[in-house]
């Protein structure tokens, strides 16, 4: 009994001890223990197997350019996989979008010679555009087309607002000479850049002297001849500020290009010659 009073009066006396020391300013409170950092928010993706789950942390908005690619006649995808061939080897620095819109694999002749078809596509183009600008308004559009998929791509045009586009790139189109690039030029904040080749006599010269050109022209197509602006157009200050035609030279051959018709689809030569005007760099 001695012995439980004697605990209790120390314990007492201990506490009083500490109780006075603090208020004199002999002990001082521990620092307190810093805050762990706020976990990053993540962003939880469940897949159909539901045994697990799949976490990724949300990243930052994509700064790379938005290019959207518009095949030649027959879906051959020549131009978009030469595009995504090069892109990876320039360190993926653009997003590539391929836009469908032939008839189907191979159906070249169909491709070419049915501008509606060309026309209603064209317009399912600029939709697309104005759906991705919605959700990403900050980023850098440019459109790629080859061929017959440059009518699709002038007709998208048409039917956007000024400005809408940062840069329009024609390679070897298909269309008449003659083709009024007004609306083109006035949807493209950058202009618009042709590639052309006077070497291009096969797909642009014989096959378009017998069946025409894409928007049912019956004269030579630009991507051999370039664009020859007509009656107001040849005067529109626009046209001759945001225009600009590259033919080809021998001093591409460097490149892989030798003035055909997909010569222009070589690696080197869009890195040499496309990056650059689509504002994506070759790492």
């Not at 109780?19 to 990053?40: E, I, L, N, Q, Y």
Request: aromatic share 8%.
């Amino acid at each position: 009994m001695n012995r439980l009073v004697k605990l209790f009066l120390a314990t007492g006396l201990v506490g009083l001890l500490a109780t006075a020391g603090a208020a004199g300013g002999g002990a001082r409170r521990p620092a307190p223990m810093p805050s762990a950092p706020a976990a990053p928010a993540v962003v939880e993706y469940r897949t159909y197997c539901e045994s697990w789950v799949a976490r990724a942390a949300p990243t930052a908005p994509d700064a790379r350019p938005v290019v959207w690619v518009v095949d030649g006649a027959g879906d051959l995808r020549g131009c978009s996989n030469a595009l995504n061939t090069a892109n990876q080897m320039a360190g993926n620095t653009a997003e590539i979008v391929v836009f469908p819109w032939s008839h189907g694999y191979r159906r070249l002749l169909a491709d070419q010679t049915d501008w509606p078809h060309a026309k209603a596509h064209g317009e399912k183009l600029a939709a697309a555009i104005r759906d991705r600008k919605a959700r990403e308004p900050g980023r850098r559009v440019v459109v790629v087309a080859h061929s017959a998929g440059c009518a699709v791509a002038l007709v998208a045009s048409e039917c956007l607002p000024p400005d809408a586009i940062d840069r329009t790139i024609l390679l070897a189109p298909s269309v008449s000479t003659g083709y009024d690039l007004r609306p083109a030029l006035w949807t493209a904040k950058e202009g618009v850049d042709v590639f052309c080749s006077r070497k291009d006599w096969v797909a642009l010269g014989f096959v378009v002297r017998v069946v025409g050109t894409t928007d049912t022209g019956s004269g030579p197509a630009a991507g051999r001849m370039g664009f020859r602006p007509r009656g107001t157009a040849a005067t529109d200050p626009v046209v001759s500020a945001k225009l600009r035609q590259h033919f080809w030279t021998a001093e591409q051959k460097w490149t892989g290009h030798t003035g055909g018709h997909h010569g222009m689809h070589s690696p080197a030569f869009l890195h040499a010659y496309l990056f650059p005007l689509i504002g994506a760099p070759v790492r």
